[in-house]
C-alpha cells in the first residue's frame, strides 16, 4: 500500500507541474495514432542515455493503458491510479514470471515531447522510466473537450 500512496501522491505533483508549464497547444502537433509510438520512442532514447535496455512494446499492457486513459478522458474514474492493483493483477496472470510494475499518468500536454519531459522533470515519474523494466504499453484518451489523458505501464519479467 506504501508504494500506492506514493503513486497517488505523485500523480497530484504531475498535475500541479502540468498546470503550471504547459499551455495547450504549443508545439508541433501529431496525430495520436502515432503518439504511443513517439512517446516510447522518447522514453527510449533517454533510457538509452542512462546506458538502459529500451522498453518494447506489449499489446495486453497497452489495452490495459488505453483502457485507463479512456477511463480517467470519460469520467468513470478519477484522473490518478484508481484500480492500479486491479491493472497489475490482470497483467501479471497474463504475462508470465512478471517480477515488477510501475504507471505514470499525464493529462494535458499535445504532444510526445511534452508528457515526456513533464514525466522526466517528475522525481517518481523519472524513477519508473529509468526502472528494472523491459515491457511497456501506452494509451491516450481525450476527453469531450480534446484534452488528452495518458497512462504508461511498466512491467518487468
Known sequence: MHRRSFLIALAGFVVILMAGTF???QGKKKGSDNMPAEILELVNKHRA???LKPLQMNALITHEAEVHSHNMATGKVEFGHDGYDERMDRLTRKIKKSTGSAENVAY?????????????ESP????NIEGDYNLTGIGIAK???G???YTQIFIKN
Not at 108 to 117: K, M, N
Open 49 to 51: 542515455g542512462r546506458h
Open 124 to 127: 517518481g515519474h523519472r524513477k
Open 108 to 120: 494535458g500536454p499535445h504532444t510526445a515531447e511534452a508528457v515526456v519531459q513533464s514525466w522526466l
Open 147 to 149: 484534452r488528452p489523458y
Open 143 to 145: 476527453n469531450a473537450s
Open 23 to 25: 499551455s495547450y497547444g
